[in-house]
């Protein structure tokens, strides 16, 4: 073997020792070059003391410079290797990361909980209850008798005999009283059913926000007061409230509550039909046969209660034209709440 070959040989090992792209590839041509069995430099430094005295002095060196060369190499690649990335893929640790998509609250949830929290402040619990119900609770209960028009088979959704979808959540108010002495102070949010023909204005499935406070003592005067506060909470510092008579089955005296118009300030526009105000809604002095179907004595106790939708007031608040964005769920549409 001349000085060429062995040039050629210490090439050879040089490069494959590049190609090496971890240390466990290293070390297979360590293996191949240099392994006691059958690495190749070894194998040549086996050949040397069999070799003529001359040709062994300029063989051997050539072969021993040829052994350090290759070691010195693997030594600084496999500190190379050691010290550079680790193998695998190459992450770019500087990038910026992709954003989670983030969910957010439905206009309806968001005005609940606004709800809740205002009442709250007014020392109001929330309670909730079942969605289907029976008669005692939906109607019975609440003073409202078997020839009224509001129990007709087609205005609800009877399950069966007795047992229908709920049409307002008073009976979970009427649960709570059944079950606990006065005082109450409760109100009760929550989903109600009624077989309307859906439209811009009308959906039949809708969320209600029901309250009671049942004490002694308690007045007309605190009905106003509290629903009054509610409405400049909910909808702003500068809304007015007007109380107009009404009738309702489970109160009396009975009224609907109205805040000035918040598109026209009160001055008439299409949205408050030129009146100035909107109804937002119903409330009364809870009527003694109610407090008499749940076992209060009427003698002892008063009370006020109120109903009002939550999707009305959704609407209202956020300038929603049509009920039905609020259950369609396009995310076009909520995104931008
Ligand atoms: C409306 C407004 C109202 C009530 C709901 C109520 C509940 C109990 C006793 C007495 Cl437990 N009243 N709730 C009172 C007045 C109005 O809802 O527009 N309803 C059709």
Known sequence: ????EIRALLQKALDRIEAATDVSALEAVRVEWLGR?????TALMKSIPSLAAEQRARFGQAVNELKAAVTERLDARKAALE??????????????GRRPALGRLHPITRA?????????????????GPEVEDEWHNFVGLNIPSEHPARDPLDNYYLKDHVLLRTQ???VQIRVMENRKP????????????PDTVDAGHS?????????????GVTFADLKGVLAMFARAFFGPQVRTRFQ??????????????????????????????TGWIEILGCGMVDPNVFQAVGYDPEEVTGFAFGMGIDRQTMLKYGIHDIRLLFENDVRFLRQF
């Not at 069995?37 to 430099?41: E, S």
């Not at 609940?112 to 909730?128: P, Q, S």
């Not at 005082?183 to 009624?194: D, E, N, S, T, W």
Request: aromatic share 10%.
């Open 245 to 274: 008579p009404s009738y309702f089955p489970f109160t009396e005296p009975s009224a609907e509550m109205y805040v000035s118009c918040l598109l026209c300030g009160g001055s008439g526009c299409p949205a408050c039909k030129r």
């Open 37 to 41: 069995k059958g690495g190749q430099i």
């Open 112 to 128: 609940t909980r606004e709800m809740v929290e205002i009442f709250g402040r007014l020392g109001f619990e929330v309670v909730e």
């Open 204 to 216: 039949n499935m809708f969320h209600q926000l029901e309250g009671l406070w049942v004490e002694k």
């Open 169 to 171: 959540t008073s009976t």
């Open 183 to 194: 005082p109450v102070r409760i109100i009760a949010p929550g989903r109600v059913y009624r």
């Open 83 to 96: 010290a550079g990335r680790p193998a695998g893929p190459r992450i770019d640790v500087t990038m910026p």
């Open 1 to 4: 073997m001349d000085a060429d």
